[in-house]
């Protein structure tokens, strides 16, 4: 396959796979009430994912294993980081300018216990597979061209993973999210999706992304716990 074909079926199945599970998960009428409606939608993520990179392991080298504990420090701490300075920084913009702070849609329908199951967790895992662990891999021939940030090659396939994983955050505009918070969650996405991607192409291990990503939402379940104390 050459790297232009890969390109564009990277990001058409990427698209695809993302789209039916968003229509799917809209249209299921399983009401169950510890598990929210997103759970159905991930999971059809998740299975649609592992089967394109299992149909297409010709082009998808996929790897998975249990990481060293001490290399995976590094990474947990730049995803917490990117999550809490893009958030600080957002918020002092917003105060700037009167702009009104607005919280993420899981807090008012999720427990704690249910955003560490199903967002924590279970999204992250979800997330990483088609993001870096089909799509980059995908990529991963053109991993020579990219851009050079704080002198680390930052690889033109972990950009596009970046990208394609922030812009699915637009999704977001269905809960009635405003456009500064889009933003927000936007630029969190993309820098995370960067540091995710980053550690998976050096380590060439998807375990990596996962952590990084769970790392990037340990911001947001913190403040879940807080909301539910808080009331």
């Known amino acids: 396959m050459k790297n232009s074909e890969r390109l564009i079926w990277g990001i058409l199945l990427t698209a695809i796979v993302f789209l039916i599970s968003s229509f799917v998960s809209r249209k299921l009428q399983i009401n169950i009430e510890f598990i929210p409606k997103s759970f159905w939608g991930d999971t059809l993520i998740l299975i649609l994912s592992i089967a394109l990179i299992c149909g297409l392991k010709k082009y998808v080298n996929y790897k998975i294993s249990v990481p060293k504990f001490k290399k995976t420090l590094k990474p947990m701490l730049f995803g917490f980081l990117a999550a809490v300075i893009v958030n600080v920084l957002m918020t002092i913009i917003g105060n700037i300018f009167g702009i009104k702070a607005e919280s993420h849609y899981a807090f008012d329908v999720m427990s704690p216990l249910q955003f560490f199951l199903f967002v924590f967790i279970y999204a992250s895992v979800v997330e990483e597979v088609l993001f870096r662990g ?15 940030i704080f002198k680390r090659h930052i690889s033109l396939p972990v950009i ?6 922030g812009l699915v955050h637009l999704n977001l505009m269905a809960t009635g999210a405003g456009a500064f918070f889009l933003t927000r969650t936007l630029l969190v996405t993309f820098t995370l999706g960067l540091i995710a991607g980053y550690y998976q192409e050096k380590y060439d291990n998807n375990a990596y992304a996962i952590l990084t990503h769970m790392a990037g939402n340990f911001m947001g379940l913190m403040a879940s716990l807080l909301i539910n104390l808080s009331v």
């Open 134 to 148: 089909f799509l980059q891999n995908i990529l991963a021939p053109l991993k020579d061209r990219g851009i050079k």
């Open 160 to 165: 596009i993973g970046a990208l394609a994983f």
